[in-house]
């Protein structure tokens, strides 16, 4: 089974900028994604990416801010952070499926990281 392991969490003022990593311990999926869960609520759908990059898929409330890109040579895949918000703060999971679609939905995913906190401050 591929393991996810996110890294590049961390706190930052508000308007400030971070890089998540995703690296998988074999090819990567199809479908990649990154969720986020803050305290008290559930897990919620940030971003996904096709295979070829090409593709991109957003929640709302961080399009324009976030960027989610990959690299397949690498098995890695990335989630650009910028404009940061309070709002913002939550650990950040990365996910697989081996589907195509960019899917939103916690079930449609097979494969789940650990998590990295995200901190940001006012």
């Known amino acids: 089974q591929v393991q996810l392991v996110e890294s590049g969490g961390g706190s930052v003022q508000a308007g400030g900028s971070l890089r998540l990593s995703c690296a998988a311990s074999?090819?990567?999926?199809?479908?990649m994604g990154w969720f986020r869960q803050a305290p008290g609520k559930e897990r919620e759908f940030v971003a996904a990416?096709?295979?070829?990059?090409?593709?991109?898929n957003y929640a709302d409330s961080v399009k324009g801010r976030f960027t989610i890109s990959r690299d397949n040579a690498k098995n890695v895949v990335y989630l650009q952070m910028n404009s940061l918000k309070p709002e913002d703060t939550a650990v950040y999971y990365c996910?697989?499926?081996?589907?195509?679609?960019?899917?939103?939905?916690?079930?449609?995913?097979?494969?789940w990281g650990q998590g990295t906190q995200v901190t940001v401050s006012s």
């Open positions: 990416i096709s295979w070829s990059g090409k593709n991109t």
């Open positions: 074999a090819r990567i999926f199809a479908t």
């Open positions: 996910a697989g499926r081996s589907g195509l679609n960019l899917a939103s939905r916690e079930y449609e995913y097979n494969s």
